[in-house]
């Protein structure tokens, strides 16, 4: 699709793609606050691309206290269309051991001390989320993550608990009986403001471990998991140059994503103030200015 543009936003121990060389740092704000970090604009082989570390460079915020929508309302300010977020998980299935990709498909929210909307004030909107992430941008994933020869799995559930803490045996035990793959702090409420933003979502979720479940592998230990950590951001690298060559003959012009707040904004149109008006102006303008 014209004027597609593809965003990254790197979890844990990817902080920056420093092969990138044309660069520039963009400082953006947004009605919702500040973004995580300034968002890298740079090329490659030509194409534009934005990066963004959601815990900031150098780690310092942590999953509870990311500003999500100011994270997602600064990319769409840039015109980003696609989001691949890459982040690091734990693992919930013997079959996914540290080092391993996986494509997710499907979210089980358990967070609870976050702004999961843009439409709190005023102006409702509910955007369908049966179908999280967009189809076109797995296959992009997964042809980029192929042509690496990374082990991967294509589709499975990311439970996002609120951390920062890891979880107890007793919650590790929980979440593998609701068949869960892995277990992370960071793709919710972020693949839920996409989707309200209008922007297609994929998330390649890197494991690092086994959470606590694992006999074999009881505690974790962070020194082993930035260990992981950096092994997987070297991979998750390549992927990213990959990703960027590949994405745009991936996209479905029919992808539910790219109109649907057509369907999800349920206030009244003469309720709908100036004030918030504005304040959604980046978010859901186009539906506004019909």
Not at 88 to 93: F, Q, T
Not at 233 to 257: L, Q, Y
Not at 262 to 268: R, S
Request: proline share 4%.
């Amino acid at each position: 699709m014209a004027n597609s543009k593809l965003a990254i936003i790197g979890g844990s121990g990817l902080y920056d793609v420093e092969e990138f060389k044309d660069r520039e740092f963009i400082k953006i704000d947004t009605p919702w606050g500040k973004p995580s970090d300034d968002i890298l604009k740079t090329k490659y082989n030509t194409k534009e691309i934005y990066f963004l570390p959601r815990h900031g460079k150098g780690h310092h915020i942590s999953p509870s206290k990311i500003n999500f929508r100011a994270n997602i309302d600064a990319l769409k300010q840039l015109g980003v269309t696609d989001i691949v977020s890459v982040s690091a998980v734990g693992s919930l299935k013997e079959d996914l051991p540290p080092g391993k990709f996986v494509i997710v498909d499907q979210f089980i929210d358990r967070t609870f001390a976050r702004n999961k909307t843009f439409f709190d004030e005023e102006i409702v909107a509910h955007v369908s989320m049966a179908y999280p992430t967009s189809n076109g941008l797995m296959n992009s994933c997964e042809e980029a993550i192929k042509k690496e020869n990374i082990k991967y799995q294509r589709g499975g559930t990311y439970i996002v608990m609120e951390g920062p803490q890891f979880s107890t045996l007793a919650e590790s035990n929980l979440y593998r009986s609701w068949n869960a793959d892995v277990i992370g702090m960071t793709n919710m409420p972020e693949a839920k403001l996409a989707r309200e933003a209008e922007i297609r979502y994929a998330s390649v979720s890197m494991v690092t471990d086994f959470d606590c479940w694992h006999p074999n592998h009881e505690n974790v230990d962070v020194q082993q998991v930035i260990k992981i950590l950096l092994e997987n951001a070297e991979k998750a690298k390549k992927m990213i140059k990959n990703i960027v060559d590949n994405f745009e003959i991936h996209i479905d012009p029919k992808d539910p994503t790219n109109n649907c707040l057509d369907v999800a904004i349920i206030t009244a149109p003469e309720k709908r103030t100036q004030k918030t008006m504005g304040k959604l102006k980046t978010i859901a303008g186009r539906v506004f200015s019909k």
